[in-house]
């Protein structure tokens, strides 16, 4: 069992990974500006903004594994890279594994590129996002070696907007998106969060993304 501090816990892709966490006995911590309409028995949900002085060392002290759910919207908006700049040092600091739920829009579509955000059709709304979330990965990959972390990107199709059912089934790739053999690239939030769970219980991507698609 780890302790598993889950940062933006009431999200779509972070209240699924609370869920899964604590099915499989980890202790599990949800912050969050909000507290879930149906809490999870067992899991303790701490309410406050990320950019409140003091909340991420809250947030970090205490746990082996911090996963941050967060994306660069809102009040986030702009500044979810330099937060998770912070988050990340102050793992290294405590040697605690530090997570990143990014999204598919950095993915190559192919090897050797381009980017699923750089390609014609991608949406012109969410390439800001995508693109902060990318800044995150370079910035993970230039960290200090002692920084031990992961990143993780869903499929294209993945969201509130496309919940899909749990399957208990998913692939694993790496920079390339996944897709299937109708060239659809889909994962439902409870698989997703399955996978995620299995790379806290068995660590295979140390300073390294991954990607999760049927």
Do not use: C, Q
Request: a negative charge; aromatic letters at 8%.
């Amino acid at each position: 069992m780890a302790k598993i501090t889950i940062l933006g816990g009431t999200g779509y892709a972070g209240s699924h990974l609370v869920r899964a966490a604590a099915a499989a006995g980890h202790e599990v911590t949800s912050f969050s500006r909000s507290r879930p309409a149906e809490p999870i028995d067992g899991v303790s949900y701490v309410n406050g903004s990320v950019l409140e002085d003091g909340t991420l060392e809250h947030a970090i002290d205490g746990a082996e594994v911090v996963v941050s759910a967060l994306a660069p919207r809102g009040e986030l908006e702009g500044r979810t890279r330099g937060l998770l700049a912070k988050a990340a040092e102050l793992a290294a600091s405590k040697g605690v594994r530090f997570g990143v739920i990014g999204g598919a829009g950095s993915l190559f579509v192919a090897e050797g590129g381009p980017r699923l955000f750089d390609t014609e059709g991608f949406p012109d709304a969410v390439k800001p996002e995508a693109s902060e979330m990318a800044g995150v990965l370079d910035d993970l990959r230039a960290s200090a070696p002692e920084l031990d972390w992961f990143y993780v990107s869903p499929a294209a199709a993945f969201g509130a907007w496309a919940p899909g059912e749990a399957t208990g089934e998913y692939r694993i790739g790496g920079d390339v998106l996944l897709t299937d053999a109708n060239g659809d690239s889909n994962i439902s939030g409870a698989d997703f969060a399955t996978a995620i769970v299995a790379e806290i219980d068995t660590p295979t991507h140390r300073r390294a993304r991954f990607g999760v698609a049927y």
